[in-house]
């Protein structure tokens, strides 16, 4: 869906922000460009939709070079979400929604439409929000208007670029939360650049890890925590690495594998097939509950007990007692 061939990025003042990269986002993708403050996320990000160009190598998106694209058209068709989320102060919530539905001249009764859809979409109620101005939201609710702007036009790409960044760490938890659910269903091509590496694993299908304009690796939540590429990558995990093996080993794997009860008797608390270890162990505390319903979308599948649990994480963070 959009492939990076051996791309460069040098600025005029001689700073190499992205260097030889090359990687393929697949469609349907959330990958995540992950790094420290200016490793060449964002200078990456903006070369998809040539608010950046290249000074080597090729951007391809759908198969062609985006220097032989048309650079406006190419961004009708491309969502784009940033960190301080340059809404237009001085447009309505619906003006802002509406801007590149109008750039598209879509029909005034479609775009109406559209607005309240996308505004019950992302949880804010139209008739409210739609006449307010952005001076007149919280932090939250701008970010939720950001995200719902870049799907306005339904774009088969959407390039997020620290979209929760600047919002108190349980807002934050929040919206990416609703935006994962809404992912699953819209099921877009994400490229999502975030300097937290828990926000990472929790958004990325893939993540790729760069340093310094390099890619460093490249690959699932799961890998990249359990087998680092090398010292850089190792260093930048660091102490989390216990919590994010916890985070990318998911319940649902635990069905799988037969580690838990199929019992159908329903416990008090529940859990999702897709949540983690850690969600299990938080919510096991909680609740203290001893067992947790484990459901599949709607479907009950499974109880985990907390001796089940205690004996997943002991597992997967290699001390069992049956692991050498
Ligand atoms: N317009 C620009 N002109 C010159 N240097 C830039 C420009 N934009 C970014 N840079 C430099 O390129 C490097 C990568 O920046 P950026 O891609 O914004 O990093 P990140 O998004 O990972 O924080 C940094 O050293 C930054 O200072
Ligand atoms: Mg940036």
């Known amino acids: 869906?959009?492939?990076?061939?051996?791309?460069?990025?040098?600025?005029?003042?001689?700073?190499?922000?992205?260097?030889?990269?090359?990687?393929?986002?697949?469609?349907?993708?959330?990958?995540?460009?992950?790094g420290t403050s200016g490793s060449g996320k964002t200078t990456s990000m903006k070369m998809v939709n040539r608010l950046t160009e290249p000074t080597a190598g090729h951007v391809r998106v759908d198969g062609r070079d985006v220097m032989r694209q048309d650079p406006i058209a190419l961004r009708r068709t491309i969502g784009y979400a940033i960190q301080h989320i340059g809404l237009f102060t001085h447009m309505t919530v619906a003006e802002n929604i509406a801007v590149v539905p109008r750039l598209l001249r879509w029909p005034q009764p479609r775009i109406d439409e559209r607005i309240d859809e996308l505004l019950i979409m992302v949880g804010l109620d139209p008739r409210q929000f739609q006449p307010r101005y952005p001076a007149q939201l919280s932090g939250g609710q701008r970010q939720r208007v950001g995200v719902a702007r870049a799907l306005a036009a339904d774009p088969p790409i959407v390039l997020m670029d620290e979209p929760f960044g600047a919002l108190d760490p349980i807002t934050r938890e929040q919206l990416q939360d609703e935006f994962l659910a809404l992912e699953g269903e819209i099921r877009k091509t994400i490229v999502f650049v975030t300097h937290?590496?828990?926000?990472?694993?929790?958004?990325?299908?893939?993540?790729?890890?760069?340093?310094?304009?390099?890619?460093?690796?490249?690959?699932a939540p799961r890998d990249l925590v359990e087998r680092p590429a090398n010292e850089f990558v190792e260093a930048f995990l660091g102490h989390h690495r216990v919590q994010l093996e916890l985070m990318t080993r998911k319940v649902g794997a635990l069905v799988k594998a037969g580690d838990i009860g199929s019992e159908t008797t329903t416990a008090a608390a529940s859990l999702h097939d897709n949540d983690s270890l850690l969600t299990a162990l938080g919510k096991m505390k909680s609740t203290r509950a001893d067992r947790l319903s484990v459901f599949r979308r709607e479907q009950h599948v499974g109880t985990l007990s907390r001796r089940q649990l205690l004996a997943a994480i002991a597992e997967s963070l290699g001390l069992s007692e049956s692991s050498p």
Do not use: Y
């Not at 791309?7 to 959330?30: I, Q, R, Y």
């Not at 937290?196 to 460093?216: N, P, T």
């Open 1 to 34: 869906m959009i492939q990076f061939e051996r791309v460069s990025k040098m600025f005029p003042g001689g700073t190499l922000a992205v260097d030889n990269l090359t990687l393929d986002v697949h469609a349907g993708e959330t990958l995540v460009l992950l």
């Open 196 to 219: 937290d590496v828990f926000e990472a694993v929790k958004m990325g299908d893939r993540i790729a890890l760069l340093d310094a304009g390099r890619l460093q690796q490249l690959d």
